[in-house]
T-cell receptor, first 115, second 112 residues
Framework: SQTIHQWPATLVQPVGSPLSLECTVEGTSNPNLYWYRQAAGRGLQLLFYSVGIGQISSEVPQNLSASRPQDRQFILSSKKLLLSDSGFYLC??????????????FGPGTRLTVL | RKEVEQDPGPFNVPEGATVAFNCTYSNSASQSFFWYRQDCRKEPKLLMSVYSSGNEDGRFTAQLNRASQYISLLIRDSKLSDSATYLCVVNKGAGNNRKLIWGLGTSLAVNP
């Protein structure tokens, strides 16, 4: 079965510090991968998605970047965090075939607080 | 107009009650529809996919009305453990540009 891992679970960072969040998927090959952010009391906002190694699409201009160095690894980064980067960061994967091809499955998330 | 709209609630119901949530979407080309459940401070989890006019899974029934562009979720015999936020999700785009558009969620509290 497929599993998706994210770490760390919780992070408190000062403004201006760098960020690196990692997501890995097991049990599937060539998944589409997604980074979302959910701010307090708000809906899920798609930040980036990737259809393959080295392929990144950005949905919203912002202070963040993403990379996919391996098939099942997706990394979210920032060089300098802003207060507005606080939120719940969720990684998700989508299978690439079958009837369930639009369904997305989420990792446990990273709760980021920028102070 | 938001692409996916839901009544935020909260819906407060007693155990055993039947409760229904509605969701409207703006993109008439959407083909896939989902209900996710999100517990407080947790990740969303897929509850049901709705690929045709509707489907049922135990106490949960989802219905799709393409003409009116709305989706509903019916929960029968509510349990305390059903307390959560229910997210309506609709697909957009095609091929590798296929994405999900998320509603803001409807909050449900089932009371003893």
């Amino acid at each position: 079965s497929q599993t998706i891992h994210q770490w760390p679970a919780t992070l408190v960072q000062p403004v201006g510090s760098p960020l690196s969040l990692e997501c890995t998927v097991e049990g599937t090959s060539n998944p589409n991968l997604y980074w979302y952010r959910q701010a307090a009391g708000r809906g899920l906002q798609l930040l980036f998605y990737s259809v393959g190694i080295g392929q990144i699409s950005s949905e919203v201009p912002q202070n963040l970047s993403a990379s996919r160095p391996q098939d099942r690894q997706f990394i979210l980064s920032s060089k300098k965090l802003l207060l507005s980067d606080s939120g719940f960061y969720l990684c998700a994967w989508r299978a690439m075939g079958g009837l369930t091809y639009n369904e997305q499955f989420f990792g446990p998330g990273t709760r980021l607080t920028v102070l | 107009r938001k692409e996916v709209e839901q009544d935020p609630g909260p819906f407060n119901v007693p155990e055993g009650a039947t409760v229904a949530f509605n969701c409207t979407y703006s993109n008439s080309a959407s083909q896939s529809f989902f209900w996710y459940r999100q517990d407080c401070r947790k990740e969303p989890k897929l509850l049901m996919s709705v690929y045709s006019s509707g489907n049922e899974d135990g106490r949960f029934t989802a219905q799709l009305n393409r003409a009116s562009q709305y989706i509903s979720l019916l929960i029968r015999d509510s349990k305390l453990s059903d307390s959560a936020t229910y997210l309506c999700v609709v697909n957009k785009g095609a091929g590798n540009n296929r994405k999900l558009i998320w509603g803001l969620g409807t909050s449900l509290a089932v009371n003893p």
